[in-house]
């Protein structure tokens, strides 16, 4: 294998290293955005059933007072019905005690059913409370794990960039800027397996004297349907990534 081959698949695997790692550091904030939604969204279920709570509360104090008010009324009309001596004035406000009781029945109905959904309510609101209560736990373990993931991937990436360097070094040039150019072009695969004559780049066979080329190993030589630079893969080459996708 030609030593200009050997440094750019090295070069080339690490960079492959490199875009992995890249993609996956930029899919981070997203994944973070992702947890603070889901608490978000918990922390909104325990506001909305506390609000629910609170409003069924307020009815029912309602309720009590329309109760009160009209408790209060035949209290009242009750007294002024003793003092009065006007048999209709004493007819008429029997009606209206007989009316206003009516209704506190009704209301007294009514109470009843909210207090039934208040406790319901309570009930949902103590099992969204502790939903929201365990979200709080697990996003700041989750952000952590991510911010823990993102040091580790920014580490390695170092690590590659290092490594990458040192086989670049010592190549041509003009070779490097030829692979880099075809590193952003053709998606990560600028050196590629020739496997007989198939270009494992853009899986068409080559030429003759292409393939004659690659087999010599005397010089680098590129694809001449796709441009990727060729190298020439036999079952030597096993465990090494033929530079197909
Ligand atoms: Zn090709």
């Given at each position: 294998?030609?030593p200009?081959?050997?440094?750019?698949?090295?070069?080339q695997?690490?960079?492959q290293?490199i875009?992995?790692?890249?993609?996956?550091?930029?899919g981070?904030?997203?994944?973070?955005?992702?947890?603070?939604d889901?608490?978000?969204?918990?922390?909104?279920?325990?506001?909305?059933?506390?609000?629910d709570?609170?409003?069924?509360?307020i009815a029912?104090k309602?309720?009590e007072?329309?109760i009160?008010?009209?408790?209060?009324?035949?209290?009242?009309?009750?007294?002024?019905?003793y003092?009065?001596?006007?048999?209709?004035?004493?007819?008429?406000m029997g009606?209206?005690?007989t009316r206003?009781?009516?209704?506190i029945?009704?209301?007294e109905?009514?109470?009843?059913?909210?207090?039934e959904q208040?406790?319901?309510q309570k009930a949902?609101?103590?099992?969204a409370?502790?939903?929201?209560?365990?979200?709080?736990?697990d996003v700041?373990?989750e952000?952590?794990d991510l911010a823990d993931?993102?040091?580790?991937?920014?580490?390695?990436?170092?690590?590659?960039?290092?490594k990458?360097q040192?086989h670049?070094?010592p190549i041509d040039?003009?070779?490097?800027?030829n692979?880099?150019?075809?590193?952003?072009g053709?998606?990560?695969?600028?050196?590629?397996?020739l496997?007989d004559?198939?270009?494992?780049?853009?899986?068409?066979?080559?030429?003759?004297?292409?393939?004659?080329e690659?087999?010599?190993?005397k010089q680098?030589?590129?694809?001449?349907?796709?441009g990727r630079?060729?190298?020439y893969w036999?079952d030597d080459?096993?465990?090494?990534?033929?530079?197909?996708?």
């Amino acid at each position: 294998m030609l030593p200009e081959v050997e440094k750019l698949l090295r070069v080339q695997h690490h960079d492959q290293r490199i875009a992995a790692i890249d993609k996956e550091l930029a899919g981070i904030p997203i994944l973070e955005e992702d947890v603070r939604d889901k608490f978000l969204e918990d922390e909104k279920k325990q506001n909305d059933a506390r609000s629910d709570l609170q409003q069924t509360e307020i009815a029912i104090k309602n309720l009590e007072l329309d109760i009160d008010t009209r408790k209060d009324s035949i209290t009242k009309l009750k007294v002024q019905q003793y003092e009065t001596k006007k048999n209709d004035e004493f007819t008429r406000m029997g009606e209206e005690i007989t009316r206003y009781g009516e209704e506190i029945t009704a209301l007294e109905d009514k109470e009843i059913e909210l207090m039934e959904q208040a406790e319901a309510q309570k009930a949902a609101y103590a099992k969204a409370k502790a939903e929201h209560e365990v979200s709080k736990e697990d996003v700041v373990s989750e952000l952590e794990d991510l911010a823990d993931l993102a040091e580790n991937l920014k580490k390695e990436r170092e690590e590659e960039v290092v490594k990458r360097q040192s086989h670049a070094d010592p190549i041509d040039d003009d070779v490097l800027y030829n692979y880099e150019r075809l590193f952003k072009g053709k998606a990560g695969h600028a050196i590629v397996g020739l496997v007989d004559d198939v270009c494992q780049g853009c899986h068409m066979k080559v030429v003759k004297s292409t393939y004659m080329e690659v087999k010599g190993e005397k010089q680098l030589t590129t694809c001449e349907n796709c441009g990727r630079i060729l190298y020439y893969w036999t079952d030597d080459s096993v465990g090494r990534d033929k530079g197909g996708y």
